[in-house]
Nanobody, 129 residues
C-alpha cells in the first residue's frame, strides 16, 4: 500500500517550465517502480516517464530531452521537471507506483499503465500557444 499526492501543475506558455512533485506515504516508496502518466480530454492515458527503484529511468519519445524524472528517497518524493513545454503536453498528470521489477519498470513501465496499482489524484498542466 502506498498513497500518492501530486502537486505543481499550472498554466504556462509554450516554451516554459514546470516541476511536478509526487509525495508518497505508506509502504516504503523506494521499493516501487514510480512513474508519471498523463491524460488529455478524449485521449488515452499515456506514460510519460518512469524511474525504477535502482534509479534508472525511461521516457516516452515525445518528452525525451525535455522532461526529467527524479526522486528523493529521503523525502519520499518524486519529481517531473518539464522544460520546453508544448501545447500538446496539456493534460492531467498522474503519479503512479507499481510493484514490478526494476528491469520491467525500465523496459515496459512507460507503456504499461496497467502495471501500476497505485495512483494519485492528478494535477493539471495547461500549456498555451
Amino acid at each position: 500500500q502506498v498513497r500518492l499526492a501530486e502537486s505543481g501543475g499550472g498554466s504556462v506558455q509554450a516554451g516554459g517550465s514546470l516541476r511536478l512533485s509526487c509525495a508518497a506515504s505508506g509502504n516504503t516508496y523506494s521499493r516501487y517502480c514510480m512513474g508519471w502518466f498523463r491524460q488529455a480530454p478524449g485521449k488515452e492515458r499515456e506514460g510519460v516517464a518512469v524511474i525504477a527503484s535502482d534509479g534508472h529511468t525511461n521516457y516516452a519519445d515525445s518528452v525525451k530531452g525535455r522532461f526529467t524524472i527524479s526522486k528523493d528517497n529521503t523525502k519520499n518524493t518524486m519529481y517531473l521537471q518539464m522544460n520546453s513545454l508544448k501545447p500538446e503536453d496539456t493534460a492531467m498528470y498522474y503519479c503512479a507506483a507499481a510493484s514490478i521489477s526494476d528491469f520491467f519498470c525500465r523496459i515496459r513501465g512507460v507503456s504499461d499503465a496497467g502495471a501500476f496499482g497505485y495512483w494519485g489524484q492528478g494535477t493539471q498542466v495547461t500549456v498555451s500557444s
